[in-house]
């Protein structure tokens, strides 16, 4: 047995099923859960996938801002060149 961290309802988790880093829903409450330790058996609220792609996105857009990209693709067309000649 398990506590959700959310909500206190005990969650049964076969310990022999789970691994370490497994999410699972809590039945009462829905939370996210992740398993953080086996032995006993303790469960975390988990990151919400939502939240990594919002951070994924701030990081792409950050690298389309970013000037120095145009400056490298200038160097790879010159090498481009010098290997055709």
């Known amino acids: ?10 969650i049964e988790v076969d310990e022999f099923d789970v691994d370490k ?5 809590c039945p ?4 996210n859960l992740e398993v953080i330790s086996l ?3 303790e469960l975390d ?6 939240e990594d792609d919002e951070d994924d996105e701030d990081v792409i857009a ?3 801002d970013d000037d120095t990209g145009d400056e490298d693709d200038e160097d ?10």
């Open 21 to 25: 880093g497994d999410q699972l829903s």
């Open 76 to 85: 790879e067309e010159e090498e481009d060149e010098d290997l055709d000649e």
């Open 62 to 64: 950050g690298e389309e």
């Open 28 to 31: 009462d409450c829905g939370s």
């Open 45 to 50: 609220i988990a990151d919400d996938e939502d």
């Open 1 to 10: 047995m398990a506590t959700c961290p959310e909500c206190d309802a005990e």
């Open 39 to 41: 032995s006993p058996i």
